[in-house]
Nanobody, 125 residues
C-alpha cells in the first residue's frame, strides 16, 4: 500500500522557517519518477510549489517560492523535505506532498498518482 505521510507543519510567525517532511513508502522506487509539494489555502485551488526528480535529484520551483523554499531528498529515510524560509502570512495553507510514476512534467495536480493527507501551516503576521 502506497503511503505518503507529511509532518512538520504548525503555527509560526512571519519571517520564521519551517521544515516539512514527507515519508514515502509502499512504492516501487524504481518506477518513481517525480515527487512534488503543493499547497491549498481556503477557497483557492491547489497550487504547485516544487518538484524533485527521484533519479538525479533535479528540482523545479514555482516563482512564488523560488529562493525561499528548498526541496530535497532524504535517501536514508526515503523521504522528501521542504525547507521553507522567510515565511509570509500568505504562505498559510494545507501543504501536500505527491508522487508520480508517469513521465509528465509534474506542475499539475493531475500529474500525480499518490497524495499525502496534508499538513497545516499557519503563518501569523
Amino acid at each position: 500500500q502506497v503511503q505518503l505521510v507529511e509532518s512538520g507543519g504548525g503555527l509560526t510567525q512571519a519571517g520564521d522557517s519551517l521544515r516539512l517532511s514527507c515519508a514515502v513508502s509502499g512504492l516501487n522506487f524504481n518506477s518513481l519518477i517525480t515527487t512534488g509539494w503543493f499547497r491549498q489555502a481556503p477557497g483557492k485551488e491547489r497550487e504547485f510549489l516544487a518538484l524533485l526528480r527521484w533519479n538525479g535529484g533535479r528540482t523545479y520551483y514555482a516563482d512564488s517560492v523560488k529562493g525561499r523554499f528548498t526541496m530535497s531528498r532524504d535517501n536514508a529515510k526515503t523521504a522528501v523535505d521542504l525547507q521553507m524560509n522567510s515565511l509570509k502570512p500568505e504562505d498559510t495553507a494545507v501543504y501536500y506532498c505527491a508522487a508520480q510514476n508517469r513521465a509528465t512534467f509534474g506542475l499539475r495536480s493531475s500529474d500525480y498518482d499518490y497524495w499525502g493527507q496534508g499538513t497545516q501551516v499557519t503563518v501569523s503576521p
